[in-house]
């Protein structure tokens, strides 16, 4: 994977991680939640996308 794919998928998996604990917390609901994804899919085109969105990381 290039670095530049690398940078773009990190940034995206960061981001989504951060959303998904708003969305834990009650601080967004499913709908937002899903606007953004859309969004950061758009913005960060990320290889694997929401293949590991649903997936906690930690």
């Not at 998904?20 to 913005?43: A, F, H, S």
């Amino acid at each position: 994977m290039e670095n530049k794919t690398f940078e773009k998928e990190t940034s995206y998996q960061v981001t989504m991680n951060l959303f998904r604990q708003l969305l834990k917390q009650g601080v967004i609901d499913k709908e937002e939640y899903n606007k953004i994804d859309t969004k950061m899919i758009e913005k960060y085109q990320p290889v694997f996308g929401t293949l590991f969105s649903e997936i906690p990381l930690t």
